[in-house]
């Protein structure tokens, strides 16, 4: 059984950084790749970064050049570094996981494609 958990989220002044982890338990070699998503309160969930198993990265225009998603494999960990955060990164951030045979790469964005998901943490910028 595949488990995913986060964790690193808190509260945060604007312009400060944090760095959410992923901890990936149960999985399997075939994996395609994972992501990082958010939601807001009111909003949809959206998502922010992704990386393939070839180490390949995508963002959100809303978060580039101030995110960075990595990857630990020997430590079966997820990671998201945030910088520069201000209130509109406020949200509870999901880390997410598809693993194959079929891997869809153009479909990263959508929260359909991912089969497992963690509970969320709680990210909050204040000013």
């Known amino acids: 059984q595949v488990h995913l958990a986060e964790s690193g989220g808190g509260s945060v002044q604007a312009g400060g950084s944090l760095r959410l982890s992923c901890t990936l338990s149960?999985?399997?070699?075939?994996?395609?790749?994972m992501a990082w998503f958010r939601q807001a309160p009111g909003k949809n969930r959206e998502v922010v970064a992704f990386i393939g198993s070839d180490g390949t990265t995508k963002y959100a225009d809303s978060v580039k050049g101030r995110f960075a998603i990595s990857q630990d494999n020997a430590k079966n960990t997820l990671y998201l570094q945030m910088n520069s955060l201000s209130r509109e990164d406020t949200a509870i951030y999901y880390c997410a996981a598809r693993s194959g045979p079929i891997c869809p790469y153009t479909s990263w964005t959508m929260e359909w494609v991912y089969g497992y998901w963690g509970q969320g943490t709680q990210v909050t910028v204040s000013s």
């Open positions: 149960g999985y399997t070699n075939s994996q395609c790749y």
